[in-house]
């Protein structure tokens, strides 16, 4: 690189001054030593400005020794010479330095130059990158309107490639005619204004068309660009409409759904607000009554049929607050998906039967007619007998509750298009339109204030669609013509009929069961649980040992061997789970026969049922319990040898 340096700098210089010197004395014959300078200023002016200001300078200094040399004298003499030749030589080497300078300054202006357009290309460059990169569409235009750039995106809105945007008039390529149809006038467009009028404008409302005749909603933004005080032109930011719309309808129908949601959650709380203060009442008044002829028996001074009167009064209410307690138990199973079927083929017929006539006698208390159509072919169908009477004793209590006095109920039960139709209507009051659609659903009543007319906590109904779904069926709630409401409730029927497998028909009470000489270990930590259900096995016959702990039981079946266990599972401390893995232990250990256990609880559950079997537990009481259940339990899992 130095030798290419020295070669430009030093060696063609002098070369072209050797040229110069050549052609020069080749041209002596014509000339003489006239014009000794002639054929050196172009060796000059090519060094300087082919090879630089240095290369003009050694050049011209070059050139003027060679000329004093050969053409004017002896080389650096003074004395003695022509005043002439001496300024000729200095003007000539004035002249090439001068020469020199200018074409470096030409060269350096040239080079500026270059560098500055290499920044405006560059600086164009990332402009239109940047113009390529944006979402939004742009463009520009001149001052009659015409295309001068296009961005891809804004090609890709009107359908169309860059190039066949180029030099067209953009209103007539955007918007030549209005959504309706009618013509667009150059003078009512933004970006005609934005030329003319030198003004910013906005449109958020615009109807843009594209190549293939389809139009999307825009909105655009027109600036002028202005060069030097004058307006040359517009530049335009084009947006596609159509998917800000779409997403601001999407969020107008989800605010609209939030605010149904949360006005349906609203209700749905008041609802349960509703169903709470329904609750308290409910479950208040049976203890009211209960309560009130408690405190009149206590002295023991009522007339025999009174006393009668009131232990009926407080059964009553006690089965009644079971009942209560056995609806919400049903609905939390519901909620919780644990409501389970015990499946089998089941007489609806005989089912129907038997509800109606459980249900005869309430009927007859309010005097209500009962009559009843069934159709014995009308079965069989696949489903839990249990809760088949369950849902037929619901509708049937609803239309008791709802029916005025000497009022009427009709039931009837057949088949409807391959299917098992129960319709149960009754000539009361009929369902207000605005709670007809609401009918089973839970925390939902016709009326829920204070000056409601009818108990209950309107949970029957939500069970009876439950368990009717659940066994394949559908269950419907209408207005009679007539007045009253009809519940309709069709269930699929069996296809082939197979030997029934329902309950047994009710046989007349069986005599009270006796437990005489059975010993009975009760655990039981609730004081008046415990002293009744003692007595209610001593009633029986029993010798009954009673512990509130299982501490103390243990105590006891080490002390002495029991016939039969009965404990309740919820206790504080150890429970009846501990209990009964301890003794199942130790019979193990010792080698001693297996003691019959009953689980006596509140947890009434079927998974607390097979929980407490699993555990060692030969039978399992639900609370409230009965005194016939218990000991018909007692008596069969005690040992034979004992009952």
């Not at 959504?179 to 449109?203: F, T, W």
């Not at 605010?259 to 509703?274: F, L, S």
């Not at 001693?592 to 947890?603: D, F, G, I, Q, S």
């Amino acid at each position: 690189m130095q030798r290419l340096d020295r070669l430009r700098h030093y060696g063609l210089p002098l070369l072209a001054v050797l040229v110069a010197a050549v052609l020069r004395m080749a041209l002596e014959p014509l000339w003489g030593v006239r014009l000794p300078f002639f054929t050196f200023y172009p060796a000059v002016m090519l060094s300087a400005w082919c090879w630089g200001f240095r290369a003009g300078v050694i050049a011209t200094v070059t050139s003027a020794i060679v000329i004093d040399y050969f053409w004017l004298g002896e080389v650096f003499a003074i004395a003695g010479r022509d005043a002439g030749e001496l300024v000729a030589v200095g003007l000539f080497c004035v002249v090439g330095v001068g020469i020199a300078w200018a074409s470096e300054a030409a060269h350096r202006y040239r080079r500026r130059l270059e560098a500055t357009a290499a920044a405006e290309r560059r600086l164009l460059q990332e402009r239109m990158a940047l113009l390529e990169c944006a979402a939004q569409g742009l463009f520009g235009v001149d001052r009659e309107g015409r295309c001068t750039f296009i961005n891809r995106a804004c090609a890709e809105m009107l359908g169309r490639r860059p190039d066949e945007v180029l030099g067209r008039d953009m209103h007539e390529l955007l918007h030549p005619r209005r959504a309706d149809g009618r013509p667009y006038a150059r003078e009512d467009c933004a970006i005609y204004r934005a030329v003319e009028l030198g003004a910013a404008a906005v449109v958020t409302d615009e109807v843009v068309w594209r190549r293939d005749g389809t139009s999307f909603p825009a909105e655009y933004a027109a600036q002028p660009l202005v060069v030097d005080g004058r307006i040359v032109g517009s530049i335009v930011g084009l947006s596609d409409l159509t998917q800000r719309r779409r997403t601001d309808a999407e969020i107008g129908r989800l605010l609209d759904a939030e605010r149904a949601a949360r006005g349906d959650a609203e209700a749905a709380n008041r609802a349960k607000d509703e169903f709470l203060a329904v609750l308290s009442h409910e479950l208040r008044t049976p203890l009211t009554a209960m309560l009130g002829w408690i405190a009149l028996l206590r002295p023991g001074r009522l007339p025999a049929d009174r006393t009668r009167y009131a232990l009926d009064v407080i059964e009553r209410n006690a089965r009644m607050q079971a009942q209560l307690i056995n609806d919400l138990l049903d609905v939390s199973r519901i909620v919780a998906g644990k409501m389970e079927l015990d499946r089998m083929s089941v007489d609806l017929a005989a089912v129907v039967q038997r509800v109606v006539e459980s249900a005869q006698r309430e009927a007859e208390a309010k005097r209500i007619r009962v009559t009843t159509a069934v159709d014995p072919a009308a079965g069989p169908v696949l489903g839990d007998a249990t809760r088949l009477e369950q849902v037929i004793g619901n509708i049937m209590a609803n239309a008791i509750k709802f029916t005025p006095s000497e009022g009427h109920i009709a039931v009837r039960l057949d088949r409807h298009r391959g299917r098992a139709r129960l319709r149960v209507s009754d000539s009361g009051p009929g369902i207000a339109p605005d709670v007809l659609p609401h009918v089973f659903e839970r925390f939902r009543q016709a009326e829920s204030s204070s000056r409601r007319r009818h108990e209950g906590l309107g949970l029957g109904l939500a069970i009876v669609r439950h368990l009717v779904e659940t066994h394949g069926g559908t269950v419907q709630a209408e207005n009679g013509g007539a007045g009253g409401a009809i519940f309709t409730v069709e269930l699929p029927l069996l296809a082939v009929r197979p030997a029934l497998a329902e309950p047994p028909p009710e046989a007349a009470a069986p005599a009270p069961v006796r437990l005489d000489g059975l010993t009975v270990l009760l655990v039981e930590d609730h004081a008046d649980s415990r002293e009744t259900i003692a007595l209610t096995l001593e009633s029986a016959g029993a010798e009954v040992t009673a512990v509130p702990a299982v501490a103390d039981a243990l105590s006891v079946l080490r002390e002495r061997t029991m016939d039969i266990l009965v404990s309740d599972l919820g206790m504080p401390g150890a429970d009846g789970f501990d209990l009964i893995r301890r003794v199942r232990w130790q019979e193990q250990r010792g080698g001693r026969p297996k003691l019959p256990a009953v689980a006596l609880t509140a947890y009434a559950s079927a998974e607390d049922r097979e929980r407490a079997l699993a555990a060692g537990y030969d039978a399992h009481i639900a609370k409230p319990v009965d005194a016939d259940e218990l000991g018909a339990i007692v008596s069969r899992i005690a040992p034979r040898t004992r009952v």
